[in-house]
């Protein structure tokens, strides 16, 4: 099966930029997504097909994917940004989630 | 606007069977499949299979293929999630999720019903 591997945790200062990865077999060739989840609350979706921003969803979050790698970067991250992110791509009519990586702001 | 609004907490015993809801609103429920996610305590999410409830027609996970239902009720906008015999395992948090103006991503998520299964 279908797997996306991010790495569990990523550490940025206010203000700077975060890159946070996911790997899967020629991911470039599938849409990749991105989810952030706070404490406590549902999902939300924070960018879709490669480098698509939802409605209300910051600038500053934007995506890349090629080759075997999608990225999602948060440019000048805020504490409000603290969180665990999820990274999502389709295969053969399946979902498959990456196993999230936690941002921390410190 | 678009929602989603599921059933409440439940608590169960190992054995028992379960439905939970999903009801869509504010949008044509039968335009846009619901897909029910997993996240067990303090765990990723898992994605379970989804339902076009324009005609039922489902696809699971191979995870969770034979050991869960879902179908769809149109005339009410609701989506259901079923278990015949739970498990202490089952314990977990349980979303539905539709795509709806995001190509396949999933953009509009429900507040989630808690399930515990504990003797």
């Known amino acids: 099966s279908y797997e996306l591997t991010q790495p569990p945790s990523v550490s940025v200062s206010p203000g700077q930029t975060a890159s946070i990865t996911c790997s899967g077999d020629k991911l470039g060739d599938k849409y990749a997504c991105w989810y952030q989840q706070k404490p406590g609350q549902s999902p939300v979706l924070v960018n879709y097909?490669?480098?698509e921003r939802p409605s209300g969803i910051p600038e500053r979050f934007s995506g890349s994917n090629s080759g075997n790698t999608a990225t999602l970067t948060i440019s000048g991250t805020q504490a409000m940004d603290e969180a665990d992110y999820y990274c999502?791509?389709?295969?053969?009519?399946?979902?498959?989630f990456g196993g999230g990586t936690k941002l921390t702001v410190l | 606007e678009v929602q989603l609004v599921q059933s409440g907490a439940e608590v169960k015993k190992p054995g028992e069977s379960l439905r939970i809801s999903c009801k869509g609103s504010g949008y044509s429920f039968t335009s846009y499949w619901i897909s029910w996610v997993r996240q067990m305590p303090g765990k990723g999410l898992e994605w379970m299979g989804r339902?076009?409830?324009?005609?039922?027609?489902?696809n699971y996970s191979p995870s969770f293929q034979g050991h869960v239902t879902i179908s769809a009720d149109k005339s009410i906008s609701t989506a259901y999630l079923q278990w015949s015999s739970l498990k202490a395992s089952d314990t977990a948090m349980y979303y539905c999720a539709t795509s709806f103006a995001s190509g396949f991503a999933l953009d509009y998520w429900g507040q989630g019903t808690l399930v515990t299964v504990s003797s």
């Open positions: 999502q791509a389709w295969d053969i009519s399946t979902v498959v």
């Open positions: 097909q490669d480098n």
């Open positions: 339902i076009d409830p324009s005609d039922s027609y489902t």
